[in-house]
Structure formats: C-alpha cells, structure tokens
C-alpha cells in the first residue's frame, strides 16, 4: 500500500453519470483488500465542485484517486481533466479516464491532457468489476504517490 494512505481508506472520486456503471464500481470497490471510499459525482460540475471543496461539498476529502468518465453532463470529461491538471492544488491526483469510448482522438486527447492512464469500459459486468479491481489494486498496491 502507498504510504499516503496507510492507517486510513483510500478516498476514490468515481465522476460518472450511468447509475449501472456506479453500481458496478461499488461492487468491484467492495471486494477489494484495501478499505476505500468511493464518493461519486454524476456530472463535470459537481466533480469540480467536489474537487474544490465548494457548496454542499466544503467538508468533502481530497481523493488519492480520480477514475472519470469522458462522456458527462453539463461539463464534460476532458473539461474536467483539463481544469484538473491546470490546477496547482489538483493536478497531482491521479485520473484514471474510465469510459466507453475506444476512439484515438478521445485516448490522444486525454493524454494529451495529462490523462494518468486510459481504460476502455468493458461490457461484460464481471470484466468490469474485474477492471474497477485492476485500478485500485495498480494504484495503491503497485504505484509510490506523492504525499497529500
């Protein structure tokens, strides 16, 4: 595990408007080894607003981990990863872009935009509790984050 995180859940920002796609999160979140918060934003705005600890979400954590959808309401995903990695308070949490689309123009764009990796949803649902497993397991089992 990371030493950021040890002694306390991991905090996991799931920015995704398909309630199925949440639900399947939470399940692959749920049987997982290491104890974690999943907190969800449905749509850009909220995400950000989450981020930055604005409105109804002034008391909400700093995530170890952000997995965000391209395809979102109201502020889409690459507006939410560019307006997280321009930001000197937010542009070292990890974004992992977790959607459907397998189009190179959305996966060059999204590093382009400073994406930390890109991961096609599958669309079997045990492949996809496999994968929301995969992430966690990478990034607080394999990967040295810098410190909080």
Known sequence: ????????PVE???VE???GD???AREGLRECKLLNNLHVAEDGVRALAFLRR?????KAPRPD?????????????????????????????????????KAEEDIVKSYSLHANCYVTKPLAIEQFIT???AIE????????????
């Open 65 to 101: 981990l952000i997995m965000l959808d391209l395809n979102l309401p109201r502020k889409d995903g690459r507006e939410v990863l560019r307006e997280i990695k321009e930001d000197e308070d937010l542009k070292r949490i990890p974004v992992v872009i977790l959607t459907t689309s």
């Open 54 to 58: 604005q409105g109804e979400h002034a």
């Open 12 to 14: 996991i920002l799931l």
């Open 1 to 8: 595990m990371s030493e950021s995180t040890m002694g306390r």
């Open 131 to 133: 994968v929301v497993k």
């Open 137 to 148: 397991s990478f990034w607080f089992t394999i990967v040295k984050l810098p410190p909080r």
């Open 22 to 24: 949440v639900r399947l």
């Open 17 to 19: 408007d398909n309630a």
